[in-house]
């Protein structure tokens, strides 16, 4: 690609393996939005001629749940949906959704680092799938239209989940309703009151403005949003040895460099909120624990299915 700084949709030179990078979230002070950025920037100034990537934000190209299916159509190469999305190809990752399973995003980031974590990349190779790099969001707070301090606060209230059986079951735990819906409507339906409340990562309810129409957010890191960069396997096969390479390296290091930088990045979206207008509430520790009891619970029906040696190697880390 002729030019450098981030990548122009138009931009490709004829010749270059074009590869569409689909994502859904905002491409400034969002992670994963600067993250895929650098990722094209670097492609494109340094494997001019061979590989251009093209980013597609904001759910431009497609939302979460047709990306998957598009990419094993090979009608979009790259993308980075949550861990949360890939419910319906593998349980592994389910273990990310459990409430409370992670103290901080360093936790996250050692369980994914080790070799079982590592192994779950692989986990939808044999749909067609391959798990290349895990980028870092943040920890999950909840929102609604009315003040949340105790999980009392929460009791009949709707809220909207990504579409995974674990979020939906510990928003079931709180006494309240779960609404699967795709990120790009969930602005609009806060706003009308099809969804009461929402759960997600600072730098999420600040670059869609869920603060704007909500009571408040509260503090309750009580979960993960975390993502997996992937890519369909035969597409990647497909590859040029020496191409698919360089592009794994630069991937590899643009993974290092942005996940060393996402507490910033979440902290700047939290100030920003702040800054907006937004109200937080910061929870006092015997408040958070009644968070905990309400919606630790949830483990039990998921234990099997995640497997209590992970869950187990999980909490080792957090002590
Ligand atoms: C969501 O749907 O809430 C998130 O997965 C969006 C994202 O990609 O951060």
């Known amino acids: 690609m002729a030019g450098g700084a981030l990548a122009d949709p138009a931009g490709c030179d004829a010749g270059e393996e074009v590869v569409k990078f689909s994502h859904?979230?905002?491409?400034?002070?969002?992670?994963?939005?600067?993250?895929?950025?650098?990722?094209?920037?670097?492609?494109?100034?340094?494997?001019?001629?061979?590989?251009?990537?093209?980013?597609?934000?904001?759910?431009?190209?497609?939302?979460?749940?047709?990306?998957?299916?598009?990419?094993?159509?090979?009608?979009?190469?790259?993308?980075?949906?949550?861990?949360?999305?890939?419910?319906?190809?593998?349980?592994?990752?389910?273990?990310?959704?459990?409430?409370?399973?992670?103290?901080?995003?360093?936790?996250?980031?050692?369980?994914?680092?080790?070799?079982?974590?590592?192994?779950?990349?692989?986990?939808?190779?044999?749909?067609?799938?391959?798990?290349l790099q895990f980028w870092h969001n943040g920890m999950k707070q909840f929102s609604a239209n009315k003040p949340l301090l105790s999980p009392e606060d929460a009791k009949?209230?709707?809220?909207?989940?990504?579409?995974?059986?674990?979020?939906?079951?510990?928003?079931?735990?709180?006494?309240?309703t779960a609404q699967p819906m795709a990120f790009a409507e969930v602005y609009g339906a806060l706003q009308t009151g099809v969804v009461d409340g929402q759960e997600n990562s600072w730098a999420n309810i600040y670059g869609q403005k869920f603060y704007e129409v909500q009571d408040g957010t509260t503090e309750t890191n009580h979960g993960v949003l975390d993502y997996l960069v992937v890519a369909s396997t035969d597409w990647l096969d497909g590859l040029d040895g020496d191409v698919r390479d360089q592009m794994l390296t630069i991937l590899d290091e643009v993974t290092t460099e942005r996940n060393a930088a996402v507490n910033d990045v979440d902290q700047e979206a939290r100030q920003a909120i702040l800054d907006a207008g937004g109200e937080i509430r910061e929870l006092d520790d015997a408040q958070r624990q009644a968070w905990v009891d309400a919606m630790k619970p949830v483990w039990e029906k998921f234990a099997d299915g995640v497997g209590q040696e992970n869950i187990d190697a999980a909490q080792a880390i957090n002590e």
Not at 83 to 99: A, G, R
Not at 156 to 174: C, H, M, T, W, Y
């Open 24 to 131: 859904v979230t905002n491409s400034d002070k969002h992670p994963k939005g600067i993250a895929a950025a650098l990722f094209a920037e670097r492609v494109n100034a340094e494997m001019e001629g061979k590989m251009c990537v093209e980013v597609y934000p904001n759910s431009t190209l497609y939302d979460d749940d047709a990306l998957l299916e598009a990419m094993l159509q090979g009608d979009v190469q790259m993308g980075a949906p949550s861990l949360s999305k890939f419910e319906t190809f593998t349980k592994v990752f389910q273990i990310f959704d459990l409430p409370f399973m992670f103290k901080n995003i360093e936790a996250v980031d050692e369980f994914q680092s080790s070799e079982d974590g590592q192994a779950m990349k692989s986990s939808m190779e044999r749909r067609g799938l391959s798990g």
């Open 156 to 176: 009949g209230l709707k809220f909207r989940v990504q579409p995974s059986d674990v979020l939906i079951a510990q928003v079931e735990a709180l006494g309240a």
